[in-house]
């Protein structure tokens, strides 16, 4: 108990400490890590020792905590940092021309990359131009790169990433192409995990209640030190969980209509796109290829940042067809 009641002041005098300079924090991630440990510390030193739980059960757990480390580890590797080099990388995911920044995406002018050598036809002049003014506008001062479209600048983290979703807090690094994926199967593995290991100390703790009552109604679980340590970091652990929850749920909602978090908060600022449940759901069908081809891209397109990239030229002729469609939808 004097665990719990002295965490609160250790966490405000931590985060003062870690928060003295802006920018990236370790803070909310050793937070995360430090809380998944202790859970998982007081699951074998509290729950296991009581005799409620069976070797299995005590092993599903500890698979499952290894496993959300080894995802946490894969995510935080690479989120996809757009180099000056790397510009045409975009070309290998569905990007129909328009652009995020000033969001003309949702004017609806679709255009697949692959129409670009079609289009290459067009004058070299003309294309220079484009060229030119696609890169002004795609132009990142920060990094000195020019940003494909859907990539976006972190200022947390300093760099611009491919098909940027949003700086994730509790990992301390972005969520982009190349880790999106990793991101929500670290998602999965957690929660499934927690949800587990909760009902487990549950049945433990309140073997009398129903599993779905325990948590709110428990009769002399605080008579003892154990118990009661024991179910107040379950309450901790769910009020984690159910925020998580809602998290993955918006996550899955967003690559089911292929809209990014980054694309799906701008369009609601604009009004540029139909939502549903409260902003649950935000649709804008610009990059949208329908449910089971916007998951198959979401489950590849990771992968495809390790492809060569492109001839230039076709990188030239696709800034021109994306210059070109936004003058028609100007
Ligand atoms: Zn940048
Ligand atoms: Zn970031």
């Known amino acids: 108990m004097v665990v719990l009641t002295a965490l609160p002041v250790l966490v405000l005098w931590y985060y003062y400490f870690t928060h003295r300079k802006k920018g990236r924090t370790l803070f909310f991630l050793s937070l995360a890590l430090f809380s998944l440990g202790y859970m998982y510390y007081l699951f074998l030193t ?3 020792p009581s005799g409620d739980v069976v070797h299995v059960q005590v092993a599903v757990v500890t698979v499952g905590v290894i496993l ?5 580890v894969h995510t935080k590797r690479e989120p996809g940092i757009v180099r000056p080099n790397q510009a ?4 290998t995911v569905t990007y129909y021309g328009p652009l995020p920044d000033r969001d003309p995406a949702f004017n609806g002018g679709r255009q697949d990359v692959t129409m670009t050598v079609s289009n290459r036809a067009g004058s070299s002049e003309q294309a220079g131009v484009e060229l030119k003014e696609s890169s002004q506008r795609n132009w990142c001062p920060v990094c000195r790169v020019v940003r494909p479209p859907r990539a976006g600048h ?7 990433v491919l ?7 509790w990992i301390n690094s972005c969520v982009g192409q190349a880790n999106h994926r ?3 199967l670290t998602l999965v593995f957690f929660l499934l995990t927690s949800v587990y290991g909760i009902s487990l100390v549950l049945q433990s703790v309140c073997p009398k209640q129903h599993l779905f009552t325990a948590l709110f109604y428990c009769p002399g679980v605080y008579n003892q030190y154990s118990t009661a340590l024991c179910f107040t970091c379950a309450w901790y652990s769910s009020i984690v969980t159910g925020g998580l929850l809602h998290l993955l749920v918006v996550q899955v909602i967003n690559v089911s209509y292929n809209m990014t978090e980054r694309e799906a908060r701008a369009a609601l600022r604009d009004k540029t796109a139909r939502s549903a449940y409260c902003g649950l759901v935000v649709d804008t069908g610009v990059y949208s290829r329908g449910f089971r081809g916007n998951w198959a891209e979401f489950m590849t397109m990771g992968e495809k940042m390790n492809l060569p990239s492109p001839a230039p030229t076709d990188l030239v002729a696709f800034m021109g067809v994306s210059t070109q469609e936004q003058r028609e939808s100007e």
Request: aromatic share 4%.
């Open 68 to 72: 959300t480390l080894a995802a946490l």
């Open 163 to 169: 098909r940027l979703d949003h700086h994730c807090v």
């Open 88 to 91: 045409s990388v975009h070309s």
């Open 154 to 160: 972190c200022r947390i983290c300093g760099v611009c």
């Open 182 to 184: 990793s991101f929500l």
């Open 46 to 48: 509290e729950v296991r």
